[in-house]
């Protein structure tokens, strides 16, 4: 029966102060309609609430739910809003794999590459690639081929040479 009268005298504390209340919401959420939303929380609740013991200073009460209610709505709509974006942000991002035409021109380069480098001895294709695609140094190259240093690096620069006449024949992006 405590319970009950103090239920009734919280609601009618709330009611009766609204106004003041409301100010406090507002000042916190910075917005009149989050500060009405927040007011309709507090109010449930108040009414939700089952508790045993008296309270004392009921205005104080409810201005601490209040108070309370407005920080968790301002928490939830920050979080909120890292996870979503607006409509905007989203109309220009590049597709995650890409455009259709850059993937087929490089596709397209990578045959006039592997054509010209087709061109050139076994052993200098060997090396270019031991050297651009694994990123070998010329010195494990050559330990690697059994030929001295200068001879891996005159290999690389042939393989470059064939691969710079072909250049007129790519795209780019």
């Known amino acids: 029966m405590v319970a009950e009268a103090e239920r009734c005298d919280l609601t009618e504390i709330f009611v009766t102060n609204r106004q003041r209340l409301r100010r406090i919401a507002s000042s916190i959420v910075q917005s009149t309609s989050g500060a009405d ?28 739910i209040v108070r309370n209610m ?28 890409g455009q259709p035409e850059l993937q087929a021109m490089r596709r397209q380069n990578l045959a006039i590459l592997s054509d010209a480098l087709d061109e050139v001895p076994v052993r200098t294709r060997i090396a270019y690639e031991m050297y651009i ?39 780019w992006d």
């Open 37 to 64: 939303d927040v007011l309709q929380d507090a109010y449930l609740k108040l009414l939700g609430a089952q508790t045993a013991v008296e309270v004392k200073q009921p205005l104080a009460y409810c201005c601490q």
């Open 70 to 97: 407005a920080r968790d709505h301002l928490r939830r709509l920050s979080f909120e809003s890292g996870l979503m974006a607006l409509e905007e942000e989203g109309q220009y991002v590049p597709a995650t794999h």
């Open 133 to 171: 695609v694994r990123g070998m140094t010329q010195r494990d190259i050559g330990k690697a081929l059994e030929v001295s240093v200068g001879l891996v690096n005159a290999l690389i620069a042939e393989a470059g040479e064939v691969l710079t006449r072909q250049r007129h024949l790519m795209t």
